[in-house]
């Protein structure tokens, strides 16, 4: 299972080469993150169905982006795409959904569930929290994990400051120059 860590461009040094690090948050000292799933997003209200509009499913990559917009507006952002061995499991889940939702929830998961958040125990459990989370309600989810993550754990390195057309002419500008290539 894939989960997601967006951090800034001036950490990822230090990121490749120590790996995750905990940090503080709402929810305590953890390494916050979220699962890479596909989900629906809203962009707009149908008046004449009274129905939201759906887009295709985006990747939690790009719809999580807001929030380091939010943060930091001015700043370069990265998405640390990485898995999670089995030796960090359990790992906490924060929920958000409506209160009908929740019961039902609560029910088909009482075995993780504790004051708020859900103590999953593994990838399968996750998997099926994940899938009945997506099919029912998208308000939010976040996982917390209570350790730091080593470099070898992380697959790939994603920079949401600059799109393809950007990239594509800053190389095409150093060719041109005989300078070095971005990577």
């Not at 997003?41 to 939690?60: A, E, I, L, Q, W």
């Not at 949401?160 to 150093?174: G, I, P, V």
């Amino acid at each position: 299972m894939k989960f997601l860590h967006h951090a800034f461009a001036e950490n990822i040094g230090r990121i490749r080469k120590n790996g995750l690090r905990m940090g503080g948050g709402q929810r305590g000292r953890g390494l916050y993150a979220v699962p890479m799933v596909l989900m629906p997003y809203v962009y707009g209200f149908n008046s004449r169905t009274k129905t939201d509009r759906m887009s295709h499913p985006v990747s939690s990559r790009l719809a999580w982006k807001w929030w380091l917009k939010r943060k930091k507006p001015d700043g370069r952002c990265c998405t640390i795409v990485f898995t999670l061995p089995e030796r960090f499991w359990p790992v906490e889940v924060y929920v958000g959904m409506s209160p009908g939702i929740r019961k039902e929830f609560n029910s088909k998961f009482p075995q993780v569930e504790m004051d708020g958040r859900y103590l999953v125990p593994d990838a399968e459990v996750m998997g099926q929290l994940l899938h009945y989370w997506q099919k029912n309600d998208n308000h939010f989810i976040e996982v917390v994990i209570r350790h730091h993550l080593p470099p070898e754990c992380i697959e790939r390195i994603v920079p949401l400051y600059r799109t393809n057309k950007e990239f594509k002419k800053r190389n095409a500008d150093a060719r041109q120059r005989g300078g070095d290539l971005d990577d």
